[in-house]
Protein backbone atom coordinates (compact mmCIF):
# COMPACT_ATOMS: atom_id res chain seq x y z
CA UNK A 1 0.00 0.00 0.00
CA UNK A 2 0.93 3.71 -1.09
CA UNK A 3 0.27 5.88 1.88
CA UNK A 4 1.26 8.82 -0.06
CA UNK A 5 -1.30 7.74 -2.87
CA UNK A 6 -4.35 8.06 -0.51
CA UNK A 7 -3.73 11.48 0.31
CA UNK A 8 -4.74 12.30 -3.75
CA UNK A 9 -8.43 11.67 -2.52
CA UNK A 10 -8.67 13.85 0.49
CA UNK A 11 -11.30 16.82 -0.03
CA UNK A 12 -10.41 19.56 -2.94
CA UNK A 13 -7.11 17.30 -3.46
CA UNK A 14 -7.86 15.76 -6.79
CA UNK A 15 -9.21 19.06 -8.46
CA UNK A 16 -6.17 21.18 -7.60
CA UNK A 17 -4.04 18.76 -8.89
CA UNK A 18 -5.63 18.32 -12.45
CA UNK A 19 -5.38 22.61 -12.45
CA UNK A 20 -2.08 22.53 -11.63
CA UNK A 21 -1.22 19.24 -14.19
CA UNK A 22 -3.09 21.99 -16.77
CA UNK A 23 -1.20 24.73 -15.98
CA UNK A 24 2.19 22.87 -16.02
CA UNK A 25 0.70 21.15 -20.00
CA UNK A 26 -0.04 24.42 -21.46
CA UNK A 27 2.93 25.67 -20.44
CA UNK A 28 5.46 23.04 -22.08
CA UNK A 29 3.88 24.09 -25.36
CA UNK A 30 4.93 27.70 -25.25
CA UNK A 31 6.94 29.03 -28.23
CA UNK A 32 10.06 29.41 -26.11
CA UNK A 33 10.59 26.00 -25.12
CA UNK A 34 11.21 24.71 -28.95
CA UNK A 35 14.96 26.38 -28.38
CA UNK A 36 15.29 28.66 -25.73
CA UNK A 37 13.86 26.42 -22.68
CA UNK A 38 17.83 27.08 -20.68
CA UNK A 39 17.00 30.13 -20.68
CA UNK A 40 13.86 30.40 -19.75
CA UNK A 41 14.93 27.72 -17.24
CA UNK A 42 17.91 29.77 -15.43
CA UNK A 43 15.72 32.79 -15.47
CA UNK A 44 13.17 31.73 -13.44
CA UNK A 45 15.55 29.59 -10.79
CA UNK A 46 16.30 33.05 -10.30
CA UNK A 47 13.45 34.46 -9.94
CA UNK A 48 12.37 31.16 -7.62
CA UNK A 49 15.53 31.56 -5.62
CA UNK A 50 14.63 35.27 -4.61
CA UNK A 51 10.93 34.87 -3.60
CA UNK A 52 12.46 31.70 -1.58
CA UNK A 53 15.00 34.10 0.37
CA UNK A 54 12.26 36.60 0.55
CA UNK A 55 10.08 34.10 2.25
CA UNK A 56 12.57 33.53 4.97
CA UNK A 57 12.90 37.65 5.43
CA UNK A 58 15.35 38.21 2.56
CA UNK A 59 13.94 40.70 0.26
CA UNK A 60 16.16 41.55 -2.44
CA UNK A 61 15.70 43.02 -5.93
CA UNK A 62 15.39 40.87 -8.72
CA UNK A 63 18.27 42.85 -11.09
CA UNK A 64 20.74 42.28 -7.68
CA UNK A 65 19.76 38.60 -8.06
CA UNK A 66 20.97 38.51 -11.11
CA UNK A 67 24.15 40.12 -10.58
CA UNK A 68 24.40 37.33 -7.76
CA UNK A 69 23.75 34.76 -10.88
CA UNK A 70 27.01 35.99 -13.28
CA UNK A 71 29.33 36.18 -10.18
CA UNK A 72 29.10 39.77 -9.07
CA UNK A 73 30.37 40.17 -5.24
CA UNK A 74 27.40 40.35 -3.00
CA UNK A 75 26.70 43.16 -0.73
CA UNK A 76 27.16 43.09 3.45
CA UNK A 77 23.96 42.06 4.98
CA UNK A 78 21.93 39.67 5.77
CA UNK A 79 19.33 39.58 2.43
CA UNK A 80 22.25 38.82 0.50
CA UNK A 81 23.43 36.12 2.27
CA UNK A 82 19.96 34.43 2.17
CA UNK A 83 19.18 35.63 -1.38
CA UNK A 84 23.16 34.09 -2.18
CA UNK A 85 22.25 30.75 -0.84
CA UNK A 86 18.78 30.48 -2.76
CA UNK A 87 20.32 31.09 -5.84
CA UNK A 88 23.42 28.52 -5.28
CA UNK A 89 20.18 25.72 -3.95
CA UNK A 90 18.64 26.52 -7.06
CA UNK A 91 21.30 26.39 -9.53
CA UNK A 92 22.03 22.95 -7.55
CA UNK A 93 19.22 21.76 -8.13
CA UNK A 94 18.56 22.73 -11.93
CA UNK A 95 21.69 20.59 -12.77
CA UNK A 96 20.24 17.54 -11.01
CA UNK A 97 16.71 18.54 -13.66
CA UNK A 98 16.66 16.28 -16.63
CA UNK A 99 17.12 18.16 -20.29
CA UNK A 100 13.70 19.22 -21.06
CA UNK A 101 12.87 16.73 -23.83
CA UNK A 102 15.29 13.56 -22.68
CA UNK A 103 13.95 10.48 -22.93
CA UNK A 104 15.45 9.42 -19.76
CA UNK A 105 15.26 10.88 -16.48
CA UNK A 106 18.58 10.51 -14.87
CA UNK A 107 18.26 8.80 -10.73
CA UNK A 108 18.21 11.63 -8.15
CA UNK A 109 21.00 10.93 -5.33
CA UNK A 110 19.94 9.21 -2.13
CA UNK A 111 17.13 11.38 -0.10
CA UNK A 112 19.69 12.29 2.74
CA UNK A 113 22.77 12.59 0.24
CA UNK A 114 20.45 15.26 -1.79
CA UNK A 115 18.85 17.51 0.89
CA UNK A 116 22.86 17.85 2.63
CA UNK A 117 24.03 18.76 -0.99
CA UNK A 118 20.99 21.37 -1.12
CA UNK A 119 21.49 22.85 2.62
CA UNK A 120 25.20 22.62 1.78
CA UNK A 121 24.51 25.30 -1.25
CA UNK A 122 21.68 27.11 0.55
CA UNK A 123 23.30 27.55 3.84
CA UNK A 124 27.12 28.65 3.41
CA UNK A 125 27.71 32.10 4.86
CA UNK A 126 24.67 31.54 7.24
CA UNK A 127 25.25 28.41 9.42
CA UNK A 128 29.12 27.28 10.11
CA UNK A 129 30.73 25.57 8.59
CA UNK A 130 31.05 21.97 10.14
CA UNK A 131 26.55 22.65 10.67
CA UNK A 132 26.46 22.58 6.66
CA UNK A 133 24.53 19.55 5.56
CA UNK A 134 24.70 18.42 8.84
CA UNK A 135 21.57 17.53 10.69
CA UNK A 136 20.90 19.05 14.13
CA UNK A 137 21.53 16.46 16.88
CA UNK A 138 20.40 18.49 20.10
CA UNK A 139 19.95 21.98 18.92
CA UNK A 140 16.80 23.40 18.01
CA UNK A 141 16.11 25.51 14.65
CA UNK A 142 16.73 28.82 14.47
CA UNK A 143 14.32 29.12 11.62
CA UNK A 144 10.74 29.04 11.43
CA UNK A 145 10.21 28.77 14.84
CA UNK A 146 6.74 30.02 14.40
CA UNK A 147 6.03 26.31 13.10
CA UNK A 148 6.49 25.18 16.89
CA UNK A 149 9.26 22.42 18.20
CA UNK A 150 10.92 19.70 15.68
CA UNK A 151 12.39 16.65 16.65
CA UNK A 152 16.12 16.21 17.15
CA UNK A 153 18.47 13.30 17.46
CA UNK A 154 17.79 9.65 16.09
CA UNK A 155 14.13 10.57 16.17
CA UNK A 156 14.88 13.29 13.11
CA UNK A 157 17.34 11.11 11.41
CA UNK A 158 14.45 8.39 11.73
CA UNK A 159 12.13 10.49 10.45
CA UNK A 160 13.98 11.50 7.35
CA UNK A 161 15.07 8.43 6.79
CA UNK A 162 11.29 6.88 6.75
CA UNK A 163 10.45 10.22 4.79
CA UNK A 164 13.00 8.91 1.85
CA UNK A 165 11.91 5.59 1.92
CA UNK A 166 8.39 6.82 0.96
CA UNK A 167 9.06 9.28 -1.72
CA UNK A 168 11.38 6.21 -3.53
CA UNK A 169 8.69 3.85 -2.79
CA UNK A 170 5.61 6.24 -3.96
CA UNK A 171 4.17 6.23 -7.27
CA UNK A 172 1.43 8.82 -5.78
CA UNK A 173 1.05 11.47 -8.11
CA UNK A 174 4.48 14.07 -8.49
CA UNK A 175 2.91 16.96 -6.59
CA UNK A 176 1.41 15.18 -3.90
CA UNK A 177 4.98 13.67 -3.10
CA UNK A 178 6.29 16.83 -3.37
CA UNK A 179 3.96 18.59 -1.37
CA UNK A 180 4.64 16.33 1.66
CA UNK A 181 8.08 16.63 1.14
CA UNK A 182 8.06 20.22 1.18
CA UNK A 183 5.50 19.94 4.47
CA UNK A 184 7.77 17.48 6.21
CA UNK A 185 11.05 19.26 5.70
CA UNK A 186 9.65 22.31 7.14
CA UNK A 187 8.05 20.64 9.72
CA UNK A 188 11.31 19.02 10.60
CA UNK A 189 13.55 21.47 9.77
CA UNK A 190 16.47 18.72 10.31
CA UNK A 191 19.22 21.94 9.42
CA UNK A 192 19.98 24.39 12.30
CA UNK A 193 18.98 27.19 9.44
CA UNK A 194 18.40 27.67 5.74
CA UNK A 195 15.27 24.94 5.70
CA UNK A 196 12.80 26.69 4.15
CA UNK A 197 15.11 27.30 1.14
CA UNK A 198 15.87 23.52 0.89
CA UNK A 199 12.10 22.64 1.03
CA UNK A 200 11.24 25.03 -1.71
CA UNK A 201 14.40 23.69 -3.72
CA UNK A 202 14.01 20.30 -3.23
CA UNK A 203 10.24 20.83 -3.85
CA UNK A 204 10.46 22.66 -7.02
CA UNK A 205 13.52 19.58 -8.67
CA UNK A 206 10.40 16.66 -7.26
CA UNK A 207 7.92 18.57 -9.40
CA UNK A 208 10.76 18.32 -11.98
CA UNK A 209 12.12 14.83 -12.16
CA UNK A 210 8.81 13.47 -11.27
CA UNK A 211 7.35 14.73 -14.77
CA UNK A 212 4.79 17.17 -13.82
CA UNK A 213 6.87 20.53 -14.73
CA UNK A 214 9.05 18.99 -17.78
CA UNK A 215 10.26 22.82 -17.98
CA UNK A 216 11.44 22.74 -15.08
CA UNK A 217 10.53 26.94 -14.63
CA UNK A 218 7.41 27.02 -12.75
CA UNK A 219 7.95 29.83 -10.00
CA UNK A 220 5.71 28.22 -6.97
CA UNK A 221 7.81 30.29 -4.55
CA UNK A 222 6.49 33.86 -6.25
CA UNK A 223 3.23 33.48 -5.23
CA UNK A 224 3.75 32.53 -1.77
CA UNK A 225 6.79 35.40 -0.96
CA UNK A 226 3.52 37.88 -2.39
CA UNK A 227 1.22 36.58 0.18
CA UNK A 228 3.00 34.98 3.12
CA UNK A 229 0.83 34.79 5.94
CA UNK A 230 -1.30 31.66 4.36
CA UNK A 231 2.19 29.76 3.16
CA UNK A 232 3.39 29.80 6.94
CA UNK A 233 -0.13 28.92 8.08
CA UNK A 234 -0.70 26.05 5.95
CA UNK A 235 3.22 24.46 6.82
CA UNK A 236 1.83 24.74 10.33
CA UNK A 237 -1.62 23.08 10.02
CA UNK A 238 0.20 20.83 7.96
CA UNK A 239 2.95 20.01 10.93
CA UNK A 240 -0.49 19.13 12.96
CA UNK A 241 -1.05 16.29 10.96
CA UNK A 242 -4.71 16.80 10.65
CA UNK A 243 -6.06 15.28 7.53
CA UNK A 244 -7.86 18.39 6.68
CA UNK A 245 -5.00 20.31 7.19
CA UNK A 246 -2.45 17.85 4.95
CA UNK A 247 -5.29 18.49 2.50
CA UNK A 248 -5.09 22.42 2.83
CA UNK A 249 -1.37 21.93 2.57
CA UNK A 250 -1.52 20.38 -0.84
CA UNK A 251 -4.56 22.39 -2.37
CA UNK A 252 -1.83 25.18 -1.39
CA UNK A 253 1.27 23.85 -3.05
CA UNK A 254 -1.34 22.85 -6.13
CA UNK A 255 -2.14 26.41 -6.34
CA UNK A 256 1.41 27.96 -5.94
CA UNK A 257 1.79 25.20 -9.28
CA UNK A 258 -0.78 27.38 -10.69
CA UNK A 259 0.27 31.14 -10.26
CA UNK A 260 3.87 29.53 -10.92
CA UNK A 261 3.23 28.35 -14.23
CA UNK A 262 1.68 31.62 -15.15
CA UNK A 263 4.35 33.49 -13.86
CA UNK A 264 7.01 30.95 -16.12
CA UNK A 265 4.76 32.02 -19.19
CA UNK A 266 5.74 35.56 -18.54
CA UNK A 267 9.29 34.88 -18.50
CA UNK A 268 9.00 32.85 -21.41
CA UNK A 269 7.33 35.87 -23.26
CA UNK A 270 9.91 38.07 -22.06
CA UNK A 271 12.83 35.64 -23.65
CA UNK A 272 11.25 35.35 -26.60
CA UNK A 273 11.18 39.31 -26.89
CA UNK A 274 14.25 39.86 -25.46
CA UNK A 275 13.16 42.03 -22.76
CA UNK A 276 13.21 40.04 -19.60
CA UNK A 277 11.84 42.70 -16.98
CA UNK A 278 13.44 43.97 -13.84
CA UNK A 279 10.73 43.14 -11.09
Known amino acids: MDPLAALAD ?15 EELRWHEAYRR ?30 RSLAV ?6 GLPFVLAG ?12 MPDLGARDTPPLPPFGQLLARVHAAAASGLVADADLGRLRSSADPQDLTGLGSAPTGEELAA ?3 LLGSLVEASRAPALVVAAVVHGELLTLRPFVAGNGVVA ?6 LLTSRGLDPTGSVICSAGWAASPNPYLGGAAGFATGDAAAVARWIVLCADGVDSGAAA ?7 VLAGSLSPG
Not at 13 to 18: E, F, H
Not at 85 to 96: F, H, I, P, W, Y
Not at 264 to 270: E, F, I, K, L, Y
Request: proline content about 5%; aromatic content about 2%; glycine content about 8%.
Open 10 to 24: LPGVADSLARARTAC
Open 36 to 65: RWREVRAEAGIRSARASAALDGGRVPLEAV
Open 71 to 76: GSPAPA
Open 85 to 96: GALRASALVESL
Open 159 to 161: RLA
Open 200 to 205: RAVFRL
Open 264 to 270: ARDVADS
